[in-house]
T-cell receptor, first 108, second 113 residues
């Protein structure tokens, strides 16, 4: 799985959009970008994933650059409950490749 | 209802003891996992089971033995506990098709004295 690079921490004012960047310059064509978050000491929580198109769900939006070497997770209206460590993970999707390799993440 | 549950939530034990952590999922998923999060907060996969068969073993010591009696359960048995085994252990599950999102349990904090 490709390596990812994230800033160690970010601040965001409540009510504003939080934009969390992730660099994955060695990503392969069949690797997906996944985002998880871990609130305090709880189990990680899936947020969103994408391959090359931008994606949006009820929690967040994922913007992937055209060359796929970086992406941005957007929390449109961040609140105190979004305080967590956010992990950007790149891996091949599908059966047999379920391993998630967590980095150090971004503390928001 | 809790999707992925683990018992116990806290486990304090002496070095050399043998202990088990249980995990159950009611999501109908085929794949289950064990992850370990150490004191530095690094989260690493240990094992993965699909339909009761081991498919990922990340060079975990033989003292750790996962057991899957059925698709909904994946228990973790640890023999001869060492100080370095102190960590939070998370169980997770997923289905076999995209997005393969993994659902994590609340974690079991193991402290070895």
């Amino acid at each position: 799985d490709a390596k990812t690079t994230q800033p160690p921490s970010m601040d965001c004012a409540e009510g504003r959009a939080a934009n969390l960047p992730c660099n994955h310059s060695t990503i392969s064509g069949n690797e997906y970008v996944y985002w998880y978050r871990q609130i305090h000491s709880q189990g990680p929580q899936y947020i969103i994933h994408g391959l090359k198109n931008n994606e949006t769900n009820e929690m967040a939006s994922l913007i992937i650059t055209e060359d796929r070497k970086s992406s941005t997770l957007i929390l449109p209206h961040a609140t105190l409950r979004d305080t967590a460590v956010y992990y950007c993970i790149v891996r091949v999707g599908g059966f047999g490749n379920e391993k998630l390799t967590f980095g150090t993440g971004t503390r928001l | 209802d809790t999707a992925v549950s683990q018992t116990p939530k806290y486990l304090v034990t002496q070095m050399g003891n043998d202990k088990s952590i249980k995990c159950e999922q009611n999501l109908g998923h085929d794949t289950m996992y064990w992850y370990k999060q150490d004191s530095k907060k690094f989260l690493k996969i240990m094992f993965s089971y699909n339909n009761k068969e081991l498919i990922i073993n990340e060079t975990v010591p033989n003292r750790f033995s996962p057991k899957s009696p059925d698709k909904a359960h994946l228990n973790l048995h640890i023999n001869s506990l060492e100080l370095g085994d102190s960590a939070v252990y998370f169980c997770a599950s997923s289905r076999d098709r995209l997005p393969n999102e993994q659902f994590f349990g609340p974690g079991t904090r193991l402290t070895v004295l």
